[in-house]
């Protein structure tokens, strides 16, 4: 059983790089709670349809959504997400996330580290495409 002295709300993950070539960069993120956001007002209210399509959905439909309103609420998670370094610190030294980042970012917010583990496998960012036969077990 967790106590509030042993509740951690943040860990630190692997995103991928910038250089698209297997590089790694750490970054602490929390998992902040997109119902909190969208009452705190940090998810504005043309966005909000959307958001909630995320939530609802759970992934993001590249054929169906509006890429603009995706992209500024991915954004916005990220900024809540982020811990260290904090979204804002990548932004003042000019650095902005890639897609594959801000939806690797939306994936641990989602579902935590567990939901990682099949994104690591789809982009090859550790770990090899698990093959269909070998999924079975």
């Known amino acids: 059983m967790a106590t509030i002295d042993t509740i951690k709300t943040s860990r630190v993950v692997s995103l991928p790089g910038w250089q698209g070539d297997g590089d790694t ?3 602490e993120l929390k998992r ?3 119902l ?3 009452a705190a007002g940090t ?3 043309p966005l909000m349809m959307t958001a909630r399509k995320l939530f609802l959905d759970g992934h993001i439909d590249s054929g169906k959504g509006n890429l603009e309103e995706e992209g500024k609420v991915l954004l916005a ?3 809540a997400a982020m811990v260290a370094p904090s979204f804002d610190e990548l932004a003042e030294r000019g650095i902005e996330l890639t897609d594959e980042q801000l939806i690797y970012i939306w994936q641990f917010v989602q579902g935590g580290a567990r ?3 099949r994104f690591r496998r789809l982009t090859g960012v550790s770990e090899p495409v698990v093959r269909g036969a070998e999924i079975s077990e």
């Open 77 to 79: 998670i990220a900024r």
């Open 36 to 38: 909190a956001m969208a």
């Open 43 to 45: 998810i504005p209210n």
């Open 32 to 34: 902040p709670s997109l």
């Open 115 to 117: 939901a990682l583990d």
């Open 25 to 27: 960069f750490e970054c």
